[in-house]
């Protein structure tokens, strides 16, 4: 799975504080005026292929990528490179993806069932859908970059 990268200051100064490699699909907390106005909470979560770029040209892909995930009781933000983002949010998409050996690692630390079905039920925060993600970056003034699959028109 190709990553994609969150540039430093691409959020505002210090949001990351540094170029911060993502999954396509980890959430990134965004907040602001922006968020306020448009989606009445003060903070809210978008996948960060929404907003984050196509990894650089330059960057040399290894042979395996090791992802680091934080897993907690529930799900919530941690900070990453001065970003806050999500920690694993355990799902049904992550439960798809953990072996055998890891859900039952996870269950016995937080004492759920293995089966995942009393793991997390929801984000932490509301997460944005794509087309309110490209509205988030151009009402913040931060362009329509991310990866999109298509061109989105926003009238005046």
């Known amino acids: 799975m190709r990553p994609v990268c969150l540039r430093k200051d691409r959020l505002g100064p210090g949001l990351p504080a540094a170029d911060l490699m993502l999954s396509r699909h980890h959430r990134i907390a965004l907040t602001g005026a922006a968020v306020e106005m448009l989606f009445d909470e ?3 979560f978008a996948a960060a292929s ?3 770029d196509p990894v650089p040209d330059d960057w040399q892909a290894q042979d395996c990528i090791e992802w680091f995930n934080i897993v907690l009781d529930t799900h919530a933000e941690v900070i990453a490179n001065g970003q806050p983002v999500e920690s ?3 799902g049904d998409m992550a439960l798809a993806r953990l072996s055998d050996r890891d859900r039952l690692a996870i269950a016995a630390r937080f004492a759920r ?3 995942g079905r ?3 039920e929801r984000t932490s925060l509301r997460t944005l859908k794509r087309h309110e993600a490209q509205v988030y970056l151009v009402v ?9 699959t298509e061109p989105m028109a926003i009238a005046a």
Request: proline residues 0%; charged residues 15%.
């Open 42 to 44: 003060d903070r809210v």
């Open 50 to 52: 929404m907003i984050a």
């Open 88 to 90: 694993l949010f355990l």
């Open 113 to 115: 069932t293995a089966d």
């Open 118 to 120: 009393d793991w997390h």
């Open 140 to 148: 913040a003034g931060l362009g329509g970059q991310g990866q999109q």
